[in-house]
């Protein structure tokens, strides 16, 4: 049978857009469609708008440090506005670039919600189209718990259009998500409660690197409401300031609450059942290996699988089906391995296993760690530090995780994690030569182990 497309792409996001390029690149006739704006999370309201808002926020730390520098500086003011419309700017050209990225590409795109109507038809704002084959790549959406008062919440989708920035902010939630927006409404200068169940940040790092974020925020002067569950949010005739009432009759008020609790694969209403495509327990598109889905020619990579919620893997997913599936050059997407920053304020990130995994996967394993306050700080007295840690397969002297809590953590953490991949030893950092006077030179100068076992805060959770 003619279908329309050889490939049809539902949602041009990140793994959507760079699927179809490449499908088309290979020869394929190819059709995407997006319900919102062309770049996907990442670049509307995700990845770029965050990290700009992360370094329009940082100069308050700037500005302070510059002092001890010799610099003398007016009192600084900030303008949220400018900052947001700047933002709002720049993702408006990055959404140009997406847009003729595919059109440059020969992929053609459909405005509109997709939806499956078979295995090989989607109906698109009242068009259908046919295709081929399928992918779905349309990603994920915060979600808010059903709490009385959820309608005055915000979510990270809202926060990057405030008409003006709140005086005081809670943020729920203790995930990445919340800890970056932590940091930016902090630096902006809005006071800043961080409410979460937990005892700390980030489960699911490593929990020393838990406990140095925890406590840099903390330090930084965000109110850290740990073990707390929201109840209810109270307006004041419909609006701010809101009185936040939590477990056990707590309550307190602040001028805006932004939910980052999670989020959830944007895997109803389009048609899956029809399909024949299956989710798992968690909603989210159950595949094989290949990005496959239960149905023979409908794949899915991205969010919307819910396996590392990452930009770059959804581009690898998307990259892989396009070369196995219309390139003639079969591969897997590896999963292993992936590096992930956090943009707190300072910067977490990581590569391969946490000290907790590597302990239960690996049994005998080797912990370095390093703590100093950076080179920057010893003039302005920053009370901020740099934690880095390095943890070795006993048995093969391989390095396994790379953590940091610092300064620039995400860009040198990306060159070490290329170390990691290439599966260097401890004999190969060891052999490394430093860059001095960097803090990236502890990574290389770190000869003694920490004597085991580990002095852990608390099991993993
Ligand atoms: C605040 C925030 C910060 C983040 N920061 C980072 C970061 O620093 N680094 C990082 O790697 N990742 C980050 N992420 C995660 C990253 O944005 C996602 O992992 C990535 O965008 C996933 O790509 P995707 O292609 O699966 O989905 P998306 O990029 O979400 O694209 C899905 C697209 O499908 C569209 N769509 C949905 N349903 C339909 C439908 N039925 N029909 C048509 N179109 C549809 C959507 O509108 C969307 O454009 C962040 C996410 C958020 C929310």
């Avoid at 050209?93 to 919600?113: I, P, S, T």
């Avoid at 930016?184 to 979460?196: M, T």
Wanted: proline letters at 4%; hydrophobic letters at 40%; glycine letters at 10%.
């Amino acid at each position: 049978m003619a279908y329309d497309y050889d490939l049809f792409v539902i949602g041009a996001g990140s793994g959507g857009v760079r699927a179809s390029r490449i499908a088309a690149g290979h020869g394929a006739r190819v059709g995407i469609c997006e319900d919102f704006r062309v770049g996907g999370t990442c670049v509307i309201r995700g990845c770029v708008p965050k990290k700009l808002l992360v370094y329009g926020s940082k100069f308050a730390h700037e500005f302070e440090d510059a002092a001890a520098y010799g610099w003398t500086l007016a009192p600084p003011t900030h303008s949220w506005a400018t900052l947001r419309d700047n933002v709002a700017k720049e993702v408006d050209r990055l959404n140009g670039v997406y847009l003729r990225l595919l059109e440059g590409a020969g992929v053609k795109l459909h405005m509109g919600r997709g939806r499956l109507m078979d295995r090989h038809t989607i109906e698109i704002a009242g068009q259908t189209v046919t295709a081929d084959k399928i992918l779905v790549a349309t990603g994920g959406a915060p979600v808010v718990p059903e709490i009385p008062g959820r309608e005055f919440a915000i979510t990270s989708n809202e926060a990057f259009h405030l008409p003006e920035l709140p005086k005081r902010i809670a943020i729920v939630g203790g995930g990445y998500i919340a800890v970056e927006f932590a940091g930016i409404f902090n630096g902006l200068g809005a006071e800043v409660d961080l409410v979460l169940r937990r005892d700390r940040v980030l489960r699911g790092f490593d929990e020393e690197c838990r406990t140095a974020v925890h406590d840099s925020l903390k330090q930084s002067g965000i109110t850290m409401r740990t073990e707390m569950q929201i109840q209810r949010i109270q307006a004041t005739n419909g609006k701010a300031p809101f009185t936040v009432h939590t477990q056990l009759g707590g309550m307190f008020e602040t001028d805006l609450v932004m939910y980052a609790t999670g989020r959830a694969p944007n895997a109803n209403g389009i048609g899956l059942d029809k399909a024949g495509v299956q989710v798992d327990k968690a909603g989210a598109i159950a595949v094989d290996e290949w990005s496959k889905t239960t149905a023979d020619n409908i794949w899915a990579v991205g969010d919307v699988t819910d396996r590392i919620n990452l930009t770059p893997v959804a581009l690898m997913e998307g990259h892989c089906f396009a070369d196995t599936e219309f390139g003639g050059k079969p591969r897997k997407a590896d999963h292993r391995d992936v590096p992930s920053a956090v943009f707190c304020q300072p910067e977490l990130a990581n590569v391969g296993l946490t000290e907790e995994e590597a302990r239960m996967r690996l049994g005998e394993i080797r912990v370095f760690t390093s703590a100093f306050k950076p080179m920057k700080y010893t003039l302005s007295g920053r009370q901020q530090r740099t934690f880095m840690k390095l943890i070795v397969e006993a048995a093969t002297d391989k390095v396994v995780g790379v953590h940091m809590v610092g300064d620039d953590a995400a860009e040198l953490v990306q060159g070490l994690a290329i170390a990691v991949k290439a599966g260097a030893t401890k004999a190969h950092f060891d052999a490394t030569v430093g860059i001095h006077p960097t803090a990236g030179e502890e990574f290389v100068t770190m000869r003694t182990a920490r004597v085991e076992p580990a002095p852990s805060r608390k099991a993993a959770e």
